[in-house]
T-cell receptor
Framework: GAVVSQHPSWVICKSGTSVKIECRSL??????MFWYRQFPKQSLMLMAT?????????EQGVEKDKFLINHASLTLSTLTVTSAHPEDSSFYIC?????????FGPGTRLTVL | QQQVKQSPQSLIVQKGGISIINCAYE??????FPWYQQFPGKGPALLIA?????SEKKEGRFTISFNKSAKQFSLHIMDSQPGDSATYFC????????????FGEGTQLTVNP
């Protein structure tokens, strides 16, 4: 149990376009989901905490107008990268919390040309 | 005070050897200490976790040792196998905070055949 999926697994887009990434908890309900960003050979950097039915809490330095998070249900959170630029290229990973434990999705590789 | 310091940054061991990764924390409010394993291009997977009411937890070849007074915890991988080659992250959190975690910098483990 405790399976988290992400879609898409990879995406390539042109600079200036917006990209939406979905995170789903498949076999449990998650009131809290987290969004991370990871650069090559680096640790996970928490971007925001997403709570179902309320606004996301963003970490310091993360632009909330650029990285839009919506936690529409107990099993779905979405991250939209608006007006993407090459510097937004990264590995984006979500996690869902169950019983105090975070379970991670497989990640989404975003490449902005 | 929120940092979790992890060492070594990289580790090479021979097949059958013991891999040891260490982490130290400052925040005495932390009460949950998980270890995650991450393969290239994948999301982190929960390996094993410990709470401070015990000093050691073992699951198969993986053991966490926890020293509350020193604010340190470590992961021991016994009989290391080439398939264990991955990046390992320690983390620390406060369960009542909705499972928000602070991650270490990661250790890249290579197990040679």
């Amino acid at each position: 149990g405790a399976v988290v999926s992400q879609h898409p697994s990879w995406v390539i887009c042109k600079s200036g376009t917006s990209v939406k990434i979905e995170c789903r908890s498949l076999d449990f309900q998650a009131t809290t989901m987290f969004w991370y960003r990871q650069f090559p050979k680096q640790s996970l950097m928490l971007m925001a905490t997403s709570n179902e039915g309320s606004k996301a809490t963003y970490e310091q330095g993360v632009e909330k107008d650029k990285f839009l998070i919506n936690h529409a249900s107990l099993t779905l959170s979405t991250l939209t990268v608006t007006s993407a630029h090459p510097e937004d290229s990264s590995f984006y990973i979500c996690s869902a919390s169950r019983g105090g434990t975070q379970y991670f999705g497989p990640g989404t590789r975003l490449t902005v040309l | 005070q929120q940092q979790v310091k992890q060492s070594p940054q990289s580790l090479i061991v021979q097949k059958g050897g013991i891999s040891i990764i260490n982490c130290a924390y400052e925040n005495t409010a932390f009460d949950y200490f998980p270890w995650y394993q991450q393969f290239p291009g994948k999301g982190p997977a929960l390996l094993i976790a410990i709470r401070p009411d015990v000093s050691e937890k073992k699951e198969g070849r993986f053991t966490i040792s926890f020293n509350k007074s020193a604010k340190q915890f470590s992961l021991h991988i016994m009989d290391s196998q080439p398939g264990d080659s991955a990046t390992y992250f320690c983390a620390a959190g406060v369960e009542t905070s909705g499972s928000r975690l602070t991650f270490g910098e990661g250790t890249q483990l290579t197990v040679n055949p």
